[in-house]
């Protein structure tokens, strides 16, 4: 009896195993190519946008990138040029659907057809919800929200008329979980992921295929460039240092390689660090138990005060502590990565 049982859990993990790993060749026999394919990237400048087209260049795609400042697009183009990657930069606002319609119409005629789209570009609001106002809401839905659904929409007849395409829409791990001091960004990631999620559903029929990414806190040097509210120095100084730190961030290489890994498997999904991938298990297990740790963490955050409903840049609001060297590697990434 024991030899029979031991013969079966022998063929059953034999089994398994043939099942992994032919899952495992036929995802790297069926991967996209990225090499040759026109690939535009919204806020493609700097941080992760600008970390994602380093990688991408390496695969050989062509590169379009789009961002609001010149001068940083043009750092970024020569870097990657001078590299030996072919790239095209549009100045473009994709709160702007005008802007947004107008540089699709002349990089698809001038430049390539738009094989891949990653909506990445973004931004960040940090503060008591009680010392946000509308304005905070606004910005953030027109960026993260509006400007996925411009470029989308300006891209999809070119895709289905060629017979497919690829999109990433990067959210981020505040669009699977309310975040206290995060709360106008959270809902508007919450709404791309919503986006996301009803395109790919629509598109697949097309062989366009739509990858929604909630990533972790990553280590792009991005903070200095979020707007804080409040107690602005103390908030400040915790989310870099949140930002920097080993165990509740990733790099912004990582976290690139692991969502265009996941783009070029036609993933549905992907969600990038340890602590963002634990926190969605616990609020897909009970969502009232992920609220009270939350409301928890809330209770140590700085309270309201300050500047109030006040605006300040993370530049704006550094401190001895928010430059010392718990915030070592965000500082690095910073001149790494255009910021």
């Keep these: 009896m024991k030899t029979d049982n031991r013969n079966t859990l022998f063929w059953l993990a034999a089994g398994a ?3 992994i790993a032919a899952r495992a060749i ?3 026999l069926t991967a996209y190519d990225f090499n040759g394919k026109t690939v535009l990237i919204t806020g ?3 941080g992760l946008g600008l970390v994602m087209a380093r990688q991408l260049a390496k695969e050989g795609a062509r590169l379009v990138l789009c961002a609001r400042d010149e001068n940083e697009l043009e750092n970024a183009r020569m870097e990657l040029a001078g590299n030996g990657a072919e790239v095209l930069v549009q100045k473009c606002d994709v709160t702007d659907q005008q802007q947004v319609n107008d540089m699709i119409t ?5 430049f390539s057809p738009i094989d891949v789209l990653i909506n990445n570009a973004g931004m960040i609001n940090a503060g008591p919800v009680a010392e946000m106002t509308v304005q905070e809401f606004e910005e953030v839905m027109k960026v993260h929200f509006w400007g996925a659904v411009y470029t989308t929409l300006a891209v999809l007849p070119a895709m289905k008329a060629r017979g497919g395409g690829r999109i990433l829409n990067v959210s981020s791990i505040g669009g699977k979980i309310g975040v206290p001091h995060l709360v106008p960004y959270s809902a508007s990631k919450f709404a791309l992921v919503g986006l996301s999620e009803g395109l790919r559903a629509e598109l697949s029929k097309y062989d366009i295929f739509v990858t929604t990414a909630t990533p972790g806190l990553m280590q792009t040097g991005s903070p200095k460039h979020a707007i804080i509210k409040g107690q602005h120095k103390k908030e400040y100084s915790l989310f870099k240092i949140m930002d920097s730190n ?8 990582d976290s690139a390689s692991t969502m265009l890994n996941a783009l070029r498997h036609g993933d549905a999904q992907v969600t990038t660090t340890f602590l963002a991938n634990l926190g969605v298990l616990l609020h897909r297990l009970s969502p009232a138990l992920m609220t009270d740790v939350l409301a928890l963490v809330n209770a140590v955050l700085p309270g ?3 500047i109030g409903k006040g605006r300040a840049t993370g530049a704006e609001s550094e401190t001895p502590l928010s430059e010392s060297g718990l915030t070592g590697r965000t500082q690095k990434a910073a001149i790494k990565n255009n910021e």
């Excluded at 002349?106 to 001038?110: D, L, T």
């Design 246 to 253: 080993p165990f509740t961030s990733t790099t912004a290489e």
């Design 44 to 46: 493609g400048s700097r």
């Design 106 to 110: 002349n990089v698809q005629n001038e």
């Design 26 to 28: 036929s995802r790297k």
């Design 304 to 306: 309201e005060g300050g």
């Design 17 to 19: 195993g043939a099942l």
